[in-house]
């Protein structure tokens, strides 16, 4: 009975010390900027998370700026985290922090957008991003019916910026199915702007894709010409071209592809000025960053699912890659009004 006792109360002093470890566990999160919706949606989704998980959580966001985002990690690496999530602004302007958190051995997660050019990065988690594109091409080619319709059609490309990763993959994937047609005179960019050097969008920003949307519609489709698509990478830049669209264009409206179904592009959809979105559900990002977290400070086998697409320039990253969901004004009630994303009233 003594012994029972013994081992019972051993037990509860191993309970109550596991639980006062999490419960010291300090985790930092640092994110680009409030600026764009979805960034606020994954830092407030990790901080609840990772609370409820028992976590500290030193959540940054840097607006949009490469040396407040160097100076929030490297704070973070000296008070303490124990884990760092770290969604870049420039993917290959964090090689100081990283080292010196290699250098304490404080493992780093990239969040949805690859840390380049280091090897101090232990996970990515993100979406399929080579998949967004395919989403959003092939969704051109089949509304124009590329295959059968005779033609020509007029498209404009507009991309993400240059200094993430993740852009590239998602102007790659979506080029990859429009090129052919391009190539074959089906599909004419009239700008003539295709490469994505030509097309980027610095920072994502809205006002930077308006500008080059507005300088495209004066010089090309001023005589009232029409373009049957605008193949935007995101909802940031989509917002962008339709704003420029509404105020300088004449012709029929074209299909406009969005990504991250913020809630101005599905107001958009709903009013038929935008076309697609893709849904990546950050609640889902955020649960496996989450979990990953717990797997690394228990010790366990993290979960991964792509061990080949993601190299930074030095490594192959360990990546967990969630399935991005094709939305359009027909199935968004139930993607997010249903599963509880957005409240209707936020979509009035
Ligand atoms: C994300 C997109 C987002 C873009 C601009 C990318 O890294 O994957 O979801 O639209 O950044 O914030």
Redesign the pocket.
Known sequence: MKKLVALLLCLALALTCVSALAEGQKVGVSMPTKD?Q??NQDGENMQKLLEEAGYTVDLQFASNDVQQQLNQVTNMINNGCEVIVIAAIEGSSLGSALDLAKEKGIPVIAY??LLMESDAVSYYAT?D?YKVGTVQGTYVKEALDLDNAEGPFYLEVTA??PG?N??NFFYSGAMDVLKPYIEAGKLVVKSGQVEFSDVATPT?KTEVAQTRADSILASFYADGSSIDAWLCS???TALGVTNALESSYDGEWPIITG??CDISNVKNMIAGKQSMSVF?DTRTLAAQVVKMVGQILSGEEVDVNDTETYNNNVITVPSFLCEPVFADVNNYAELLLDSGYYTADQLQ
Do not use: E, T, Y
């Open positions: 764009l979805r960034w949805d957008r979406f991003n993400g910026d993430d993740n852009a994502w995101n909802d940031s990504q991250d990546k």
